[in-house]
């Protein structure tokens, strides 16, 4: 394989910063929905967020991003302006779709981010598309999507990845496998042993990386982005990770094994990263003290926006959708 590659200082501390600005986020979200003043289901990504963190960081303001209904990790680390987003959360009109995608469609084009889908494995054929526009109009752009183990076992996975490696598409799928698929465990459900294995069956690298590591996830980042870039073809990263607070808020987890848990927890990699940040001598706690503040800040500037904004107007409703005219 390809030298392995690390990330400098500021680089780490840039990962740390938004790896920690999508707890708060999250945390934050959470509160606002159980105290009522949100009304939606919730994904969180909590225990996945270094790698988005990881991949962002080697992305261009230019370079695009798929993502998931469990996505507010990949659109925080790609840069969508905050107070746009948490409106959109919250279907304010102040939005970045006017309120209309809400949080299973947050989109924002300025940002890289043009879809946010719920259909599983969806995402996978449109960051082709995405991708292969690039390639046509030689704009350099890389396409990155993000999707769960689960979305391996559908048929739009394997169509994507085959035709990603025969065109030579600027894409990077990762794999954020957190194990499971809603309540089904990854044999349950996944045949091949590991899902690295089904990019090298489609002639692309397929790269197991542990997700919850920021240099080794940015490594693996990092080579694939550049690759995609350097027009040699598609990456499938299977970045192993957990997901901490279950398929959607309310789940109470209860068909992971509590050893299996404890030990994620245990493992939890923000506080991990945060430790062998001060341990390797990059940051003082009080410098991440500091950058822990600033984000609990500017989060809640966006949420006082986000409350503060009006919801779409009536006349909202037909304007910015695709109606199908009746025969
Ligand atoms: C095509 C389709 N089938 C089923 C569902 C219902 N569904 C929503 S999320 C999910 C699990 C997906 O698991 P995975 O891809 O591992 O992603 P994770 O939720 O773990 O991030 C399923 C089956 C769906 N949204 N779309
Ligand atoms: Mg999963």
């Known amino acids: 394989m390809s030298e392995m590659v690390s990330p400098g200082r500021a680089t780490l501390l840039e990962i740390y910063r938004i790896a920690n600005l999508i707890k708060r986020a999250d945390d934050r979200l959470i509160e606002l929905i159980k105290a009522g003043q949100i009304a939606s289901p919730h994904y969180s990504p909590r225990g996945q967020e270094l790698i988005s963190a990881a991949v962002s960081v080697n992305l261009l303001p230019s370079d695009q991003v798929v993502t998931t209904y469990r996505g507010i990790h990949d659109q925080l680390a790609k840069g969508i302006p905050l107070k746009p ?41 449109i960051a082709n598309g995405l991708a292969w526009s690039a ?61 690295a294995d089904r990019g090298i069956a489609y002639g692309m690298p397929g790269i197991e990386v542990d997700g919850n590591d920021a240099p080794a ?83 809640e500037e966006a949420v006082r926006f986000a409350l503060d904004s009006p919801f779409p107007d009536v006349s909202e409703l037909g304007k910015d959708v695709v109606a199908m005219e009746q025969a």
């Open 85 to 125: 987003f948490v409106a959109e959360f919250m279907g304010k009109a102040t939005g970045t779709c006017k309120g209309k995608g809400g949080p299973m469609h947050i989109t924002h084009l300025a940002s890289g981010l043009p879809v946010t889908t719920g259909i599983v494995g969806a995402g996978l054929p």
């Open 135 to 195: 390639q046509l109009r030689r704009t350099g752009q890389v396409t990155v999507c993000n999707f769960g183990d689960g979305a391996t076992n559908i048929g739009a996975f394997h169509e994507a990845l085959n035709l990603a490696s025969v065109w030579k598409l600027p894409v990077v799928f990762v794999c954020q496998n957190n194990g499971y698929a809603e309540h089904t465990k990854y044999e349950l459900g996944t045949s091949s042993r590991t899902i």
């Open 217 to 299: 996830m940015w490594s693996a980042a990092h080579t694939a982005i550049e690759r995609a870039r350097a027009g040699e073809g598609p990456t499938l990263l299977d970045a192993r990770t957990f997901r901490f607070r279950g398929h959607l808020l309310g789940d109470d987890s209860h068909y992971i094994p509590r050893e299996e848990m404890a030990r994620a927890v245990a493992a939890d990699p923000l506080p991990r990263l945060r430790a062998w940040l001060i341990e390797q001598g990059h940051a003082s706690d009080a410098a991440l003290t500091d950058i822990e503040r600033t984000n609990v800040a500017a989060f």
